[in-house]
């Protein structure tokens, strides 16, 4: 007799181990040893190590920030799932040792469970409060430094004018990079990029040819990259457009040294989103699709090893 499934109580039983692993202070690893991956990806459904041919769970949970910092790995994990008015989310550090993650701490929790991405800014690793539409700065050790606040608070709620759903945050030479994703507001408008100085004061505003985007990603050549996410694109800040995933939705991008790494979900209801497919395509640096990796969930942010 085939078992029968149900997703409401997979979620409930899903929500109680991320809860218990925020009170207990734990990172749920699975399986530590990288097994000579190349890059991490975070997802809406754990962490995974990838290679150019496979990828692997190494924890469970919901990861959305992810950044390496020397021999050292920092995500943001929402350990409230749903519920974002429960402040559980919560800034983990795992040490890279001899090819496995080791010694994981938690450096900083009762934030926000809606962060985004997270970027280390003039020394200072800096989140992205995405809800309250603002920039949490602390110590590289987790020690809350201040709150910076470029934008005007809005409810997200309410979809009001004022909501940019800030989703992405890059530093730049002389400044800082935030992507509005702009998809929440009423009426929803396309994204854009904002440039900020070191002051946090706003020196530049463009609106990008899409809405719904995601992800800053800054090229040699000066040039920045975005997931163009509702048409399954990447675009460029000079106005190169590279289809990679028709009918999905991309989220998550890199460009390593031979490779750009783009991710890709299914669409589908956001109360389902964390257990639908997703994968990794990876394409060469002159944009020509060379393979496609299945991962357990929904890609957010990808990094080299």
């Known amino acids: 007799m085939a078992a029968i499934f149900d997703p409401l109580a997979h979620a409930a039983i899903r929500?109680?181990?991320?809860?218990?692993?925020?009170?207990?202070?734990?990172?749920r690893l699975v399986e530590p040893n990288l097994g000579g991956a190349r890059w991490l990806v975070s997802t809406q459904n754990g962490l995974f190590a990838l290679s150019e041919t496979r990828a692997h769970l190494v924890a469970h949970g919901w990861f959305f920030g992810l950044m390496r910092r020397g021999n050292r790995v920092i995500l943001f994990e929402n350990c409230a799932r749903r519920d974002r008015h429960r402040p559980m989310g919560r800034l983990v550090a795992v040490d890279v040792v001899d090819g496995a993650l080791r010694n994981p701490v938690v450096l900083a929790k009762g934030l926000d469970a809606g962060c985004h991405q997270i970027a280390?800014?003039?020394?200072?690793l800096c989140v992205l409060d995405t809800a309250n539409q603002c920039v949490l700065r602390f110590t590289e050790c987790g020690k809350p430094l201040d709150v910076q606040r470029p934008f005007p608070a809005a409810q997200a709620e309410d979809g009001e004018a004022d909501y940019l759903?800030?989703?992405?945050?890059?530093?730049?030479?002389?400044?800082?990079?935030?992507?509005?994703?702009?998809?929440?507001?009423?009426?929803?408008?396309?994204?854009?990029?904002?440039?900020?100085?070191?002051?946090?004061?706003?020196?530049?505003r463009t609106l990008?040819?899409?809405?719904?985007?995601?992800?800053?990603?800054?090229?040699?050549?000066?040039?920045?990259?975005?997931?163009?996410?509702?048409?399954?694109a990447i675009i460029c800040s000079d106005a190169r457009r590279v289809p990679v995933a028709p009918e999905r939705m991309?989220?998550?991008?890199?460009?390593?040294r031979d490779l750009i790494l783009v991710g890709a979900s299914v669409f589908g209801d956001?109360?389902?989103?964390?257990?639908?497919?997703?994968?990794?395509?990876?394409?060469?640096?002159?944009?020509?699709?060379?393979?496609?990796?299945?991962?357990?969930?929904?890609?957010?942010?990808i990094i080299a090893l």
């Open 270 to 301: 956001r109360s389902v989103r964390d257990v639908l497919p997703g994968s990794v395509i990876m394409l060469g640096r002159d944009f020509r699709r060379i393979g496609e990796v299945p991962v357990g969930g929904p890609p957010a942010t």
């Open 120 to 124: 280390f800014i003039e020394e200072m």
């Open 15 to 27: 929500t109680a181990l991320a809860r218990e692993s925020y009170r207990e202070d734990a990172l």
């Open 208 to 232: 990008l040819p899409d809405p719904g985007c995601h992800d800053i990603v800054p090229v040699e050549d000066g040039s920045l990259w975005h997931c163009a996410s509702m048409s399954g």
């Open 165 to 204: 759903h800030i989703n992405a945050i890059a530093a730049l030479a002389d400044g800082v990079a935030v992507l509005a994703h702009n998809g929440k507001r009423r009426p929803a408008m396309a994204s854009e990029l904002i440039i900020l100085d070191r002051k946090w004061q706003e020196t530049a």
């Open 250 to 256: 991309t989220r998550g991008l890199l460009f390593d």
